[in-house]
């Protein structure tokens, strides 16, 4: 499979703890991105990186959360003292761009429960 | 900030009935992306639309994007139970950012 893979798929955790996901992009793609999405809305952007470098973070992602892509290739996602507000789907996106177009292609997603 | 509204928030057909969702924008939209979410699944991207009045097909899907590039549409014909899912599109920013602006989605049910 040459698609977004994301570690782990479930994520079952109690307030205050520290949760770590993982994104494998597809491998060509130089941007990645993370989103988050909870029920019955639409993903909302948190970061996004263009190799190793973060270029933009959204104002919900708060002091609480990091996400580092070390060599340009895999990325994390750290939450930090998690809240019950943090349980979610936390979506990977890679893209390659090509002129204007640009397709960003989905992980399956980790999703958080925090107890 | 922007606020991209979709409607209707949920729809039920019966197998063969069209489906039309509207997507608006409180600003203007730079290139608008229409994914396809279904149930327990992750959005995958459906289409482009990047020019004024643009409209393109896939079979029977139909999406346009509006002249004043703050809305577009999607419509379904003779919706099939493979349809079902949830419809949303986004505000794909070329400027620094790259990312993508969501819209609240519509939830889509086809009973036979």
């Known amino acids: 499979d040459t698609g977004v893979s994301q570690d782990p798929r479930h994520k079952i955790t109690k307030r205050g703890q520290n949760v770590t996901f993982r994104c494998d992009p597809i491998?060509?793609?130089?941007?990645l991105y993370w989103y988050r999405q909870t029920l019955g809305q639409g993903p909302e952007f948190l970061t996004y990186f263009q190799n190793e470098a973060q270029l933009e973070k959204s104002r919900l992602l708060s002091d609480r959360f990091s996400a580092e892509r070390p060599k340009g290739s895999f990325s994390t996602l750290e939450i930090q003292r998690t809240e019950q507000g943090d349980s979610a789907m936390y979506l990977c996106?890679?893209?390659?761009?090509?002129?204007?177009?640009?397709?960003?292609?989905f992980g399956p997603g980790t999703r958080l429960l925090v107890l | 900030g922007q606020q991209v509204m979709q409607i209707p928030q949920y729809q039920h057909v019966q197998e063969g009935e069209d489906f039309t969702t509207y997507c608006n924008s409180s600003t203007t939209l730079s290139n608008i992306q229409w994914y396809k979410q279904r149930p327990g699944g992750h959005p995958v991207f459906l289409i482009q639309l990047v020019k004024s009045g643009e409209v393109k097909k896939q079979k029977r899907l139909t999406f346009q994007f509006g002249e004043a590039k703050k809305n577009s549409s999607l419509h379904i014909t003779a919706t099939q139970t493979t349809d079902v899912g949830t419809y949303f599109c986004?505000?794909?920013?070329?400027?620094?950012?790259?990312?993508?602006?969501f819209g609240t989605g519509t939830q889509l049910k086809v009973e036979l």
């Open positions: 491998s060509e793609h130089n941007r």
């Open positions: 996106a890679s893209s390659n761009r090509l002129g204007r177009k640009e397709t960003q292609y």
């Open positions: 986004a505000d794909h920013s070329t400027g620094g950012g790259n990312k993508l602006t």
